[in-house]
């Protein structure tokens, strides 16, 4: 069962404590576990709209998509390339931004196969994402939260993943032990390059995120993922098309050609890079 413990009030930091299915902080403040056993730790006023995140048909659209496990060639490459002096039992992961909870469950699926006993928690600032998660895996904490204030206390975590999402670096740093890890899973050139050219006029070229490195953090390894799979009905092609951005950025034309497919063969190109946080150094008088 997911624990939901040594988590911080998202209102003033102060740590919660558990009672049944209440959290509660020193100050008073109270956070229910919801029905499928997921917390909601995204006060009002840190909302920058009514229903932040995806939208539940989204959340709908990327799970019947996932669930095909079309993408389970990205879950094996975190897996083997997960620097293996921190992949130990007891290891504490954060997916952040973890969606309806795929990577994060299936993670956990393969380590436990492994004899890997790790702890996870996975937070998405979209409640849809959550409450698809909560009912997805019960080993794992889930939390409606956002990366921009982690409702966990300093150093909670050995890893913080980050697939393809938003990532806060500072308080990724902030919640990660010392020597901790970060990993970030993010589209290659060619991700889904047969359907971009069917959507764009033109593609863009691909401009590399953060290479000018990170702050608090040290690049430790870096690993590009490409493989093929095939969507053979049209229903399976909007299921991806919904889950990824293109469904807003594309053209009406580009939108309309692909609705008059019936089945495509698409690359997956995906990035992968490792980070350790920096120990911070001492300055002696």
């Known amino acids: 069962m997911s624990t939901l413990e040594n988590l911080s009030c998202p209102i003033d930091s102060a740590l919660l404590i558990r009672h049944e299915r209440v959290l509660t902080c020193e100050h008073g403040h109270t956070y229910d576990l919801a029905k499928t056993g997921y917390v909601n730790l995204l006060p009002v006023q840190n909302k920058r709209s009514k229903d932040p995140g995806d939208s539940k048909e989204m959340v709908v659209a990327r799970q019947a998509f996932l669930n095909q496990h079309h993408y389970f ?7 083997s390339s997960w620097p293996k002096d921190h992949l130990v039992s007891g290891v504490r992961i954060l997916d952040a931004g973890c969606g309806e909870g795929y990577y994060l469950s299936e993670i956990g699926h393969a380590m ?44 909670r975590y050995d890893a913080v993943l980050c697939l393809f999402g938003f990532p806060i670096f500072k308080e990724f740093a902030r919640v990660l032990s010392e020597d901790g890890l970060m990993l970030l899973v993010e589209s290659g ?26 702050a608090d953090f040290e690049l430790v390894l870096e690993q590009a993922e490409t493989f093929t799979f095939t969507l053979n009905t049209q229903e399976k092609i909007q299921e991806l098309l919904s889950m ?20 495509i063969i698409l690359t997956a190109d995906i990035k992968l890079r490792w980070y350790r946080k920096k120990t911070k150094e001492v300055n002696h008088v």
Do not use: C, M
């Open 189 to 214: 050139p060619n991700h889904l390059i047969e359907l971009r050219e069917i959507l764009y006029p033109s593609i863009h070229d691909y401009k590399q995120t953060f290479s000018e490195g990170i």
């Open 244 to 263: 990824t951005p293109h469904i807003h950025k594309a053209s009406y034309e580009g939108r309309e050609a692909v609705k008059q497919l019936d089945s």
């Open 73 to 79: 060639p990205i879950v094996s490459a975190i897996l």
């Open 112 to 155: 436990s196969q492994q004899g890997i006993d790790a702890e996870r928690t996975g937070l998405d600032i979209s409640k849809w994402a959550i409450v698809a998660a909560s009912k997805r895996d019960k080993t794992v904490s889930w939390l409606v939260g956002s990366n921009a204030s982690l409702p966990a206390p300093n150093e």
